[in-house]
């Protein structure tokens, strides 16, 4: 899977457009452009956090349509018997622009979602991206062990592209390289061909602490992170390091 610069919390297409024009034509990463839906906004209810989670009709509208974007909903839901029917309807709410989800959700029924990629989105998008989050609550499952965690990943197969690692959810924690590179190493020996990614509190001054550590053994990792992207100097300073410890 190409590799990735990403921010979630998108609330306008300006904002993505915006942070595009730092992506050379011919970079070596893309922008993945998150957008956060939940079951309540789904459901047309208010989210607690209106300034990040913008309203189900909205989404289509922030996603632009250019190569240089990976346009992926971020969802989250504690309704879990109804995932597949849950994600088949954010196809429509994400429109034509949208590449898939990041399923923010400790270890998602399988079946569920092997019908949803087969019956939906596949049919849509062939490069489709589905983005599983590893979280506190999905190490919890497998007892905090990385052979475990990665046999249990791998038993995804292909219903899954990418996995993001990230203890931060919302907790404003750093991101552990020493913590990440054991579960990322464990996980890439059984899947290789998987997209690899870490999130956290991540700003221009943090990446080359937090992440250039990781760099040696994993060239290809994504990253992510959730910035106060109305704050324009902090986004393009986030942006533009990376761009920059990545190309070299």
């Known amino acids: 899977m190409d590799p990735h610069i990403g921010i979630t919390g998108f609330m306008s297409h300006f904002e993505v457009v915006r942070i595009l024009g730092l992506f050379p034509e011919d970079s070596s990463r893309e922008l993945m452009a998150g957008v956060w839906a939940s079951w309540e906004t789904?459901?047309?209810?208010?989210?607690?956090?209106?300034?990040?989670?913008?309203?189900?009709?909205?989404?289509?509208?922030?996603?632009?349509n250019d190569p240089r974007a990976i346009n992926l909903i971020h969802y989250s839901t504690d309704e879990l018997a109804s995932l597949e029917g849950q994600l088949n309807l954010l196809i429509s709410f994400?429109?034509?622009?949208?590449?898939?989800?990041?399923?923010n959700i400790a270890w998602p029924d399988k079946e569920q979602l092997k019908r949803h990629l087969t019956e939906r989105h596949r049919?849509?998008?062939?490069?489709?991206?589905i983005v599983l989050q590893i979280n506190q609550q999905a190490?919890?499952?497998v007892k905090h062990s990385p052979e475990s965690l990665a046999d249990r990943v791998c038993?995804?197969?292909d219903l899954i592209t990418d996995?993001?690692?990230?203890?931060?959810?919302g907790k404003g924690?750093?991101?552990?390289?020493?913590?990440?590179?054991?579960?990322?190493?464990?996980?890439?020996?059984?899947c290789p061909d998987l997209g690899l990614g870490v999130a956290g509190v991540l700003d221009h001054l943090q990446l080359p602490l937090v992440v250039a550590p990781l760099l040696d053994e994993f060239p290809r990792l994504s990253i992510n992170t959730q910035l106060q992207i109305r704050d324009r100097n902090k986004a393009e300073l986030y942006v533009s390091r990376a761009l920059e410890m990545f190309d070299r």
């Not at 789904?42 to 289509?60: C, D, E, Q, T």
């Not at 994400?94 to 399923?103: A, K, P, S, T």
């Not at 993001?164 to 959810?169: Q, R």
Request: proline share 7%; glycine share 12%.
């Open 42 to 64: 789904l459901s047309g209810k208010g989210n607690r956090h209106p300034k990040l989670f913008p309203k189900i009709g909205a989404v289509s509208s922030i996603f632009p």
């Open 94 to 103: 994400g429109g034509e622009h949208l590449d898939g989800f990041q399923l």
């Open 123 to 129: 049919i849509f998008n062939p490069k489709v991206r």
């Open 139 to 141: 190490l919890n499952g």
């Open 155 to 157: 038993q995804y197969g």
């Open 163 to 169: 996995i993001l690692f990230d203890l931060s959810v």
């Open 173 to 190: 924690e750093l991101l552990k390289p020493e913590i990440s590179r054991e579960y990322l190493c464990a996980i890439h020996k059984k």
